[in-house]
């Protein structure tokens, strides 16, 4: 299986909803300087959607030398942009921010006080799963439970075989936990499809995230969503969830997502929240489609290809 990440999704998203002709016009490498070599006759844009402390981007970006080889920077949050442009001193005006976007707008079932309450989460393992086990094993509301897809295989048969192990005493204690059921891995168009179904999205990241395509899905979808204010997804998730400040106390961030559950399942029912949940769902369907993002791609491409003439 091929790696099915947000950078693998978002590109096919662009190369189906940008204008084909401008796409021709242009190379385009996503996150890895280098990993396709420079074109010698088109304007060479480097698509940044990993963190700028990563092993595979840091060293070459630390070379200054390097920071003219691309003609432009496309940055996928203001917050990716912000940590490069502190971090290794880049170009400013070679730089751009195009946000990532979605196609999923699902109908939202409405949560009524005493019905079940379904959290997902879909995240790799090592971006806060174990705090979210350590929270359920603190939440005592019998309405609630939690459906984990937690995987490696998102980026493909080879990395899991490389990464997995690391991973399996997580898995064995989610199956373990009676509010929590442990799924793995399944194709995004399964996720998408079954959204509908959840009422909650939780996510303790402990990871710095760039931006987050599984939050902005959830959110569109007018889940009730409970995250970290961590990297940037206080700029991707907007006003709407309910945020927990990170901490570098796991145990402490455990107990602290605990509570946020808790208190969002006693509140979930009220008309302010589902009030609150219908905006979300039009702010993400209005501001984050890829029938605006296309309008931005094209834009931008339009620009440059000109500019380089």
């Not at 490498?29 to 990993?35: A, C, D, G």
């Not at 984990?148 to 064995?172: M, P, R, W």
């Not at 107990?255 to 399942?265: G, L, Q």
Request: charged fraction near 20%; proline fraction near 4%.
């Amino acid at each position: 299986m091929n790696p099915q990440g947000g950078t693998e999704l978002q590109l096919g998203f662009l190369e189906q909803y940008a204008d084909k002709n401008l796409l021709d016009k242009v190379q385009i490498t996503t996150s890895v300087p280098e990993r396709i070599p420079l074109h010698s006759s088109k304007p060479n844009i480097l698509w940044q959607k990993n963190s700028y402390d990563q092993p595979n981007i840091a060293p070459w970006f630390s070379q200054k030398t390097n920071h003219n080889k691309y003609d432009w920077y496309v940055f996928n949050s203001n917050w990716t942009y912000e940590k490069f442009r502190m971090a290794f001193d880049i170009p400013t005006e070679k730089c751009h921010v195009i946000k990532n976007g979605i196609t999923n707008f699902t109908e939202r079932k409405p949560y009524k006080k005493g019905d079940k309450i379904r959290i997902i989460h879909q995240n790799t393992p090592w971006r806060g799963l174990s705090v979210l086990l350590g929270a359920m094993q603190l939440v005592k509301n019998p309405l609630i439970t939690c459906d984990v897809y937690s995987s490696t295989q998102v980026y493909g048969d080879d990395f899991k075989k490389q990464n997995d192990d690391k991973y399996i005493e997580l898995y064995k204690q989610a199956a373990q936990l009676p509010n929590v059921n442990y799924i793995g891995y399944k194709g995004n168009n399964y996720i998408l499809k079954n959204l509908h179904n959840y009422n909650m999205y939780v996510y303790p990241s402990i990871f710095e995230e760039t931006s987050c395509i599984s939050a902005i899905e959830c959110m569109s979808a007018g889940l009730y969503t409970i995250v970290t204010n961590f990297g940037a997804l206080y700029e991707t998730c907007s006003e709407f969830p309910m945020y927990v400040t990170y901490t570098k106390d796991l145990k402490l961030l455990s107990k602290t997502f605990a509570f946020a559950i808790e208190m969002a399942a006693e509140t979930l029912h009220e008309k302010v929240i589902q009030e609150n949940l219908d905006m979300q769902q039009a702010f993400y369907k209005k501001y984050y489609s890829w029938d605006k993002r296309a309008i931005e791609w094209n834009n931008f491409l339009s620009n440059i290809i000109n500019a380089k003439k």
